[in-house]
């Protein structure tokens, strides 16, 4: 859901820019490239992780970090949802087949990041909400700058919510050298977290007020972001679980701002 709700962001989007209806065709085809492409990330993640995997609490019993299915089956697997994605990208316009085609680059690159650079969370961002490019451009064939404002804040988004989720391995990733913004940021614990999000909440307001949505739209917007900092007022970073319920509660977050986005259409 967190990779197909940027998606939606861009095609609401979209159809305000437009002044277009709803279209319900390519909402589906985006719910099933999600699925297929988030699934042939985790495999392409879990086949460069599988050695750390196994040294990790949260992740040593994955498959191919428990050995439980080998490396030619994961490669297998990896292939037969490339390709169906491959079949939903070719239905697009041109721009949106040009623009999926550059997401792969940023899925190959992407679990090589967290050996590099503290901010493995950046990279995934770029590479999570690269879908509300492709989703305003599947509706427009077009990008503009609201298109790049909504793209940057989906950003900002990610870096909160994986930031988060890093938490949950921070004590077994200081061990085996893994880099992430949870270990670059432990001193500041939540003031980071509040920083993310306040900056995406941010650039979004900034968004919404370009393509001027109506009123119902801001209201339910900050309804969106009251709720939001409730959750984030009650996480503990400290608790393996909260960590965790908090990551998985921000698919709300993300359908509520969608929701807030579509009133306008």
């Not at 391995?169 to 670059?184: H, Q």
């Not at 909260?242 to 509520?256: A, H, P, Q, T």
Request: proline share 2%; hydrophobic share 55%.
């Amino acid at each position: 859901m967190l990779l197909f709700i940027p998606c939606l962001f861009g095609i609401f989007s979209a159809s305000i820019h437009k002044n277009l209806p709803i279209d319900l065709k390519i909402i589906i085809l985006f719910l099933i490239g999600s699925i297929l492409m988030r699934s042939a990330g985790c495999i392409f993640n879990d086949i460069i992780d599988r050695d750390i995997d196994a040294k990790v609490e949260r992740t040593k019993n994955r498959p191919l970090a428990n050995k439980s299915m080998n490396l030619y089956e994961a490669i297998f697997l990896l292939l037969t949802l490339l390709i169906f994605s491959f079949l939903i990208l070719i239905s697009m316009n041109k721009l949106t087949i040009i623009l999926g085609f550059a997401s792969i680059i940023l899925v190959v690159l992407y679990p090589f990041m967290k050996r590099i650079t503290y901010w493995p969370q950046l990279f995934l961002g770029f590479t999570f909400n690269w879908g509300a490019i492709i989703g305003w451009t599947a509706v427009s064939n077009s990008i503009n700058f609201e298109t790049l404002i909504i793209y940057i804040s989906s950003i900002f988004w990610t870096l909160g919510y994986d930031t988060v989720y890093g938490y949950q391995d921070i004590k077994d990733d200081k061990v085996i050298g893994v880099k992430s913004t949870s270990v670059l940021f432990e001193p500041y614990s939540k003031n980071v977290i509040w920083l993310f999000y306040f900056l995406s909440f941010s650039v979004m307001s900034y968004a919404l007020l370009s393509l001027k949505v109506s009123n119902i739209s801001v209201i339910f917007f900050i309804a969106t972001v009251i709720f939001s900092f409730y959750l984030v007022i009650k996480l503990n970073l400290r608790d393996v679980h909260s960590c965790g319920n908090f990551f998985s509660k921000n698919k709300y977050i993300g359908f509520l701002i969608s929701i807030s986005i579509a009133l306008s259409i």
